[in-house]
C-alpha cells in the first residue's frame, strides 16, 4: 500500500509495542505542591516509614534467632518446675516424719521416767522401812518445776531416824530432787510401835556425764551370759 504524507516535516509516530512504565516526575510534583504542612507531614511519614524499617527489620531478625533458644529455656523451665514440685513433695513428707520422729522422741524421753524412780526409791530405802503407797502428784500452783514428774511415798519405819536417812539418800539419786517430808506419826501395829510418813519428791532428768548409754539388746546379752534372766531363773 502506497502511504502519502500531507505534513510535511512532520515526524511519524511509530506504534507502540506493549504497555509502557513511566516514573512520576517528582521534581514537578514538587514544584506544584505550594503548601509546606504538606511537605513537613509527607516528610514525617517518609522518615517514620524509613525509621519502622530500619527498627522493625533487624528486631525481626534477631527475634527469629533466639526463637529456638527461647524454647530451650521453656522447656528447662517446665523441667525445674516439675522438680520444685516433686521437691515440695518429699519436703512435705519429710515434715511429716520429723512430726512423728518428734512424738516418738518425746514418748521415748518419758519412757524411763517411773523405772528410774522406783529404782532410786529401792536404793534409798533404809532398813526395817518399807513402802505403802508410791503415786503421781500434781504439781503446785506457782512450782517452777511443774514441768517434771512429782511423786508421794507413803510408807512406815520401826526408826524415826531412818526417815531422814531415807530423806538423804533420795537428794542423793541423780533422778529425784526436791525430797522433803510432808508429814510424820506414830500408830500402833501388830502390837509394836511404828513411824508412819508421807515424803514428796519430783523426778529431775541427770547429768548425762553420769550415765552410761548402751544398747538393749547388749544388756540383755550380757544378762543371760551371766546367768541372769528367763535362761539363769531356769537353771537354778
Known amino acids: 500500500m502506497i502511504e502519502i504524507n500531507l505534513l510535511p516535516g512532520a515526524k511519524r509516530r511509530r506504534g507502540a509495542k506493549g504497555v509502557a512504565f513511566q516514573m512520576p516526575d517528582f521534581k514537578a510534583l514538587l514544584t506544584t505542591v505550594k503548601d509546606p504542612w504538606l511537605i513537613a507531614c509527607v516528610a514525617t511519614w517518609t522518615l517514620v516509614i524509613a525509621g519502622f524499617g530500619l527498627l522493625y527489620l533487624p528486631r525481626r531478625t534477631e527475634i527469629g534467632r533466639l526463637q529456638p533458644r527461647l524454647d530451650d529455656v521453656k522447656a528447662e523451665a517446665q523441667s525445674l518446675e516439675q522438680a520444685l514440685r516433686v521437691r515440695q513433695g518429699f519436703e512435705a513428707k519429710r515434715d ?46 506457782g512450782d517452777a518445776a511443774s514441768s517434771t514428774t512429782g511423786f508421794q511415798i507413803t510408807g512406815k519405819s520401826a526408826d524415826i531416824q531412818a526417815i531422814t536417812r531415807f530423806v538423804r539418800n533420795l537428794e542423793e539419786s541423780p533422778f529425784i530432787e526436791g525430797a522433803t517430808t510432808r508429814s510424820t506419826g506414830a500408830v500402833n501395829e501388830q502390837g509394836r510401835n511404828v513411824f508412819t510418813f508421807i515424803l514428796s519428791a519430783r523426778y529431775q532428768v541427770p547429768d548425762t556425764a553420769l550415765l552410761t548409754m548402751e544398747p538393749l539388746a547388749a544388756s540383755v546379752v550380757r544378762g543371760v551370759r551371766s546367768g541372769g534372766g528367763a535362761r539363769g531363773a531356769r537353771g537354778r
Do not use: C, F, N
Open 96 to 141: 511429716t516424719v520429723e512430726g512423728q520422729i518428734g512424738v516418738i522422741r518425746d514418748i521415748d524421753r518419758d519412757r524411763y521416767t517411773w523405772p528410774h524412780i522406783l529404782d532410786a526409791i529401792a536404793k534409798a530405802l533404809p532398813p526395817y522401812t518399807w513402802l505403802d503407797d508410791v503415786t503421781s502428784m500434781a504439781a503446785e500452783a
